[in-house]
């Protein structure tokens, strides 16, 4: 029993540490890419990894399966709406006549706006 | 009125996971009643319809996700080392990839994978396929998101 509580703090504790990093490499990539759609993509990994990671090592630690149920909510509710979010972010910066960089020059298309 | 019913019992189950009340008799009359009656308001919406309740994708959806959860692991590795390179190396492009989800849910159910998958978001739902951006020359694999599609056209149609 004690060995399967050290697995389970071990397991989690990896997963938050993981998880965290990539909250923070998604953060670091959206200061560091050049335009909105490319950090967009930075947010995205936030979004999934980051948030779902942490989720599951907080599932680990949940005293009752209860609460594991409501963490899953919030995992699943996460994983329906950060996309939506993210599309009506691309969307409007896209039909409002924002072009995204292309190639690898990274030069905007047109007049550059 | 079966989806008045499934509703019924997803709410209640919602209801009964969240509050965790087996056995208050009081309390779950309650929630009984509450659960009711927002069916009902739904119902008197008019919203209950195969977009409010996809049952067209079940159970098919969850060995998707599951395999979706593969795919978002490896772009998240992927997008992680661009974001963290010393000197990135991006090539973002814009590219069409086609649809061929029937329904209204298929179409979101695709157009939502993509977005979450890093390093491609879909920007606009076209007649003639999704206009999708993506991160790099490799992470933009028109033949991966076309595989996606098909996943998806085919969870779709087994019901």
Known sequence: ?113 | MGRFIILVLVLAAIWLLLSGYFDKPLLLVFGTVSVLVSAWFAHRAGVLDSESIPGGIFPGVFGYMIWLSGEIGKANIEVARHALAVEPKLSPKLFLVPNPAETTVGQVVLANSITLTPGTVSVDLREDGILVHGLTEELSDVEAITDMGKRVAKIERRR
Request: no cysteine; proline share 4%.
């Open chain 1, 1 to 113: 029993m004690e060995h399967l509580d050290l697995i389970r703090d071990i397991a989690s504790w990896v997963l938050f540490l993981v998880g965290g990093a990539m909250v923070v490499i998604g953060a670091v990539g959206l200061v560091r890419f050049p335009d909105f759609f490319t950090r967009l993509h930075a947010a995205g990994v936030t979004d999934t990894a980051g948030a779902e990671l942490i989720i599951i090592g907080m599932m680990l630690q949940s005293p009752s399966w209860l609460q594991v149920a409501k963490l899953g909510f919030i995992g699943v509710f996460l994983l329906l709406t950060s996309p939506v979010a993210t599309h009506a972010l691309a969307h409007a910066a896209w039909m409002t006549g924002f072009k995204p960089m292309q190639g690898t020059d990274l030069r905007y298309d047109g007049d550059g706006k």
